[in-house]
Nanobody
């Protein structure tokens, strides 16, 4: 079974940047549609970004458009989330998720595999 594993979380000042990575054991990411979700304290889980299997299609949540970039390197079996202009509201646990289906979707229930998450904390 595919097991995504996130890395790259940490602390950053407002306005700074972080790059999250996601690798997977048990299978190749190239066969999966990938997404990033996040959940801040007291908040619902939120769609951040998604990317098609080829990497040609990307979708972003409204709160991160223009600031975050999702990308994948299928040759290295790795997914990335480049986060820029970070704000305190971006503080959350960020989850890497994968789905078998072909299309990028923004609903967590449509994803089949989940990582344990990585904490991102943005100070004001």
């Amino acid at each position: 079974q595919v097991q995504p594993v996130e890395s790259g979380g940490g602390w950053v000042q407002a306005g700074g940047s972080l790059r999250l990575s996601c690798a997977a054991s048990g299978g190749t990411l190239s066969s999966l549609t990938m997404g990033w979700f996040r959940q801040g304290p007291g908040k619902e889980r939120e769609f951040v970004a998604g990317i098609s299997r080829s990497g040609l299609t990307t979708v972003y949540g409204d709160s991160v458009k223009g600031r975050f970039t999702i990308a994948r390197d299928n040759a290295k079996n790795t997914l990335f989330l480049q986060m820029s202009s970070l704000q305190p509201e971006d503080t959350a646990v960020y989850y890497c998720a994968a789905r078998i289906g072909e299309y990028v979707v923004a609903y967590s229930s449509n994803y089949d595999y989940w990582g344990q998450g990585t904490q991102v904390t943005v100070s004001s």
